[in-house]
């Protein structure tokens, strides 16, 4: 028995932090503070760079514990440092949990058969388990079967790919009429009805999907497409889009429910490298991404209150 | 300066073979011959189940080195095992690169900006490097192009998804009028043509495709929308694919070239654990391996022929 399911589990930082704010750790090797600027160094061993990734992640999980519900970071940094990197990655996954963080694992992994199951039993599963992970549709849904099964197991989530946040998400995933990522939504939400297991006490699965907080304009359809889907919005700050643009992926309030519910809104380097900003100058890298992680809870409570 | 570029090492691989068959190193644990069932012994401890896995792998590699001219390492299997099975995994890499044989890392790995950089230096680069990796094009060209720009640094190359070998396959990536795997394979065919720089001598890209043997009726039209780009078809043997259904893959020889040119035709399980199958009772596993591999060899040998 997993006990509280993802869903919920999610819901419930929410609800606690009053929040939908997350931060991504995207430990971008040339962006580190100074302190940590072992990790950019070629002449270091790959064991020394790797903990400066992980060393630099723990102060991050510190500053942002308790304000927050979840942390997303992000596999590739730490795959740069080959085993090294893995295993400062399951310090950093460790560390978050236990710092009452869910952790959403950004490793966007999709194989088939029993290639992936060993990617659910890698990432959600074991010592080191996410509490979610975003996974890739694009080798359907067979494809991503197995991360389903390891949800039932363990009482964890996935975030599937719909529409990303970058300039190129329009040259696959726009293609055909309807484009590809309404249909991927629509068997996004077929898929949840068809997986109660899944479906939270919240009214929400724990079957999430990828919406880029960069297209706006088309939030609220993807959310009306997939209405018991909880949407993960990366892109918001160094990308460009704002606090406005994104209540169209949530879902209006109840007199039960105060708390935001539906989404989650994620920046990485906006938070992670404020200190590099002009007016953050004079400040710690601490304090600096204290303050942008308070001015972004701020704006997306503002844009939200009137939900 | 990169030396030889994937492209031309490639074909000077199957010249050097005479054999388009390659093998998938997929160490699924409950699949391992008996001495490596330490694999699948949850009693013992990941370091000892990754060394089981880092163990076979490196006895199939002695088995078919000099025989073949690649093989196509599993990530997912490794990973399972967190930063041992990662450590494992770089072993194997650098045992089939010492070994002769080119190593096509089947990652499947697919982000943007700076993760998709992390992800290329993590297995195109640095010491436990591979000669190619897979990549999927869900997030579109931008997302690509860190690969692409490792491939010109390094003399690498890449496989990008275009239609997967499973029966799920069919349900995003025939989305669409034309479908959207023929719409990838244009753009990769278009991304070939403008990357002159991974072009090699031989005629072909750096810039391959994987389109599963399964879809056999289908290869032809494939190959003839990407013209100059090696494919990789998984999916023969375990999974149904026989000799017959890949021909349509392969570009026509010519009076200089007599080897097969154009593909290459994958085959994990049913080498692996050929030791399994009734036919190779009283075998050892690797004297069943290397029937199974032989098999294979003279069955795509014999039905290249005519080309």
């Known amino acids: 028995m997993p006990g509280v399911i993802f869903a919920d589990r999610l819901q419930a930082a929410v609800d606690r932090t009053g929040t939908p704010c997350i931060v991504g750790l995207d430990p971008h090797p040339e962006l580190l503070p100074p302190e940590?600027?072992?990790?950019?160094?070629?002449?270091?061993?790959r064991a020394e760079r790797a903990r400066a990734l992980a060393d630099f992640s723990l102060e991050v999980i510190d500053l942002v514990a308790g304000q927050i519900p979840a942390v997303k970071p992000q596999s590739a940094f730490f795959e740069a440092c080959g085993a090294d990197g893995v295993q400062a990655w399951e310090r950093v996954v460790g560390a978050a949990r236990a710092a009452g963080l869910l952790v959403i694992g950004d490793v966007k992994?999709?194989?088939i058969a029993a290639s992936a199951e060993a990617y659910a039993a890698a990432y959600l599963e074991g010592a080191a388990r996410c509490d979610a992970i975003t996974v890739s549709p694009f080798l359907g849904r067979d494809s991503l079967a197995p991360f389903l099964a390891a949800c039932r197991r363990e009482g964890a989530g996935i975030y599937c790919l719909v529409?990303?946040?970058?300039?190129?998400?329009?040259?696959?995933?726009?293609?055909g009429e309807?484009?590809?990522?309404f249909v991927i939504a629509d068997a996004l939400a077929r898929w949840s009805a068809e997986t109660p297991e899944l479906m939270g006490e919240c009214g929400l699965s724990s079957i999430g999907a990828v919406v880029g907080a960069t297209h706006g304009a088309e939030l609220a359809r993807f959310r009306a497409r997939m209405p018991a889907t909880?949407?993960?919005?990366p892109g918001y700050g160094a990308q460009g889009a704002g606090a406005a643009s994104i209540v169209?992926?949530?879902?209006?309030?109840t007199k039960q429910q105060r708390a935001p519910r539906g989404a989650l809104v994620t920046s990485s380097r906006a938070v992670l490298f404020a200190y590099r900003e002009?007016?953050?100058a004079g400040r710690t890298w601490q304090d600096a991404s204290r303050a942008a992680l308070e001015e972004m809870i701020g704006a997306v409570g503002a844009a939200l209150a009137e939900l």
Chains 1, 2 share one sequence.
Do not use: I, V, Y
């Open 36 to 45: 940590f600027a072992a990790a950019r160094d070629q002449n270091r061993s």
């Open 109 to 111: 992994r999709g194989d």
């Open 163 to 175: 529409r990303t946040s970058n300039p190129g998400s329009a040259d696959f995933q726009r293609h």
């Open 178 to 181: 309807p484009e590809l990522s």
């Open 230 to 233: 909880p949407l993960l919005l």
């Open 248 to 253: 169209g992926a949530f879902l209006p309030r």
């Open 278 to 280: 002009e007016r953050h």
